[in-house]
């Protein structure tokens, strides 16, 4: 083991820098960040392999599904080998032939950008750098330090002013008729005018930082547009027009509560009780709005 700390008292660029300097492979492991979550990056010889700023999520992989360079068949096969073979499922994809090759070297690179950019704002936890003879999401591809770090202090610069172009994590963003930019394609898919900024970011393989720099820029590119408040304000805004409307309580009646994401009907709600108020009965009609 070459190092252990604690990130309060070392930021995460100036381990990558100290152990950049290193020849050879090195895996820096570290764990709690802000949301209690675990991350890695590996290095060899002066340049950034693999990185995950969280190894739960599967980020370059389901960057890789959502940008449609994996089909259903070759996604089902690569999840049964990692099973079995104990190799990361990127891994798995690369080896088994499953991922569209002319995707795969620039997708990685954002996946490493933005999971960069989004490690540089973990402040609490700790890490640990060991010398390893393997590196999780190897997949022969590797970026010098320095050329990544100059493009994830740009995608920073971009961070503050795209997070109040979007208003917040609760934001619903919209598509809108526009030229989609080619490297955002993916992105875009799964704007529907119903998930929030946050649940683009979980849904996205894009991470905390990137998710909002590339949705600003679908913004700005005219294809997407930020809603202001949420889908339960404008629940709460159609109850209130229907209040107005029906001055008297209507007769209940049974509608399927259909679910903002992801889609679905769910089990149709039991009528009101005599007790409850007028909004709160309206409310109950306008929810699959």
Not at 30 to 46: K, W
Not at 163 to 189: C, K
Not at 239 to 248: G, K, Q, V, Y
Request: charged letters at 20%; one cysteine or more.
């Amino acid at each position: 083991m070459l190092l252990t700390g604690s990130l309060n008292a070392f930021r995460v660029q100036e381990i990558l820098g100290l152990v950049g300097r290193k020849p050879g492979q090195w895996l820096i492991t570290m764990q709690a960040g802000p949301r209690g979550r675990a991350a890695f990056v590996g290095l060899r010889d002066r340049a950034v392999v693999s990185v995950s700023a969280d190894t739960t999520r599967q980020d370059l992989a389901r960057r890789l599904v959502i940008e449609g360079a994996i089909g259903t068949t070759g996604l089902a096969e690569a999840l049964r080998q990692a099973g079995e073979s104990g190799v990361g499922l990127v891994r798995a994809l690369v080896d088994g032939d499953k991922v569209e090759p002319a995707m795969i070297p620039e997708c990685v690179r954002q996946h490493a950008v933005s999971a960069l950019a989004s490690l540089t704002h973990w402040r609490s936890g700790t890490f640990a750098v060991d010398e390893v003879d393997s590196l999780p999401d190897d997949v022969d591809l590797s970026f010098p330090v320095a050329g990544l770090g100059v493009e994830v202090t740009g995608m920073l610069k971009r961070w503050r002013p795209a997070s109040d172009l979007l208003g917040g994590p609760n934001t619903v963003i919209a598509p809108y008729p526009g030229q989609v930019p080619g490297r955002l394609r993916g992105l875009y898919s799964l704007i529907d005018g119903h998930r929030t900024v946050a649940e683009l970011i979980d849904a996205s393989g894009h991470g905390d930082v990137g998710t909002v720099v590339d949705l600003a820029d679908l913004v700005e590119a005219g294809c997407a547009t930020p809603m202001s408040g949420s889908m339960g304000a404008l629940e709460q805004r159609l109850a209130m027009l229907a209040a107005m409307e029906h001055p008297t309580k209507p007769e209940a009646k049974p509608a399927p509560n259909l679910s903002v994401i992801p889609g679905g009907a769910q089990a149709t709600p039991p009528a009101a009780e005599p007790s409850e108020d007028l909004l709160a009965t309206l409310l109950k009609g306008v929810r699959g709005v």
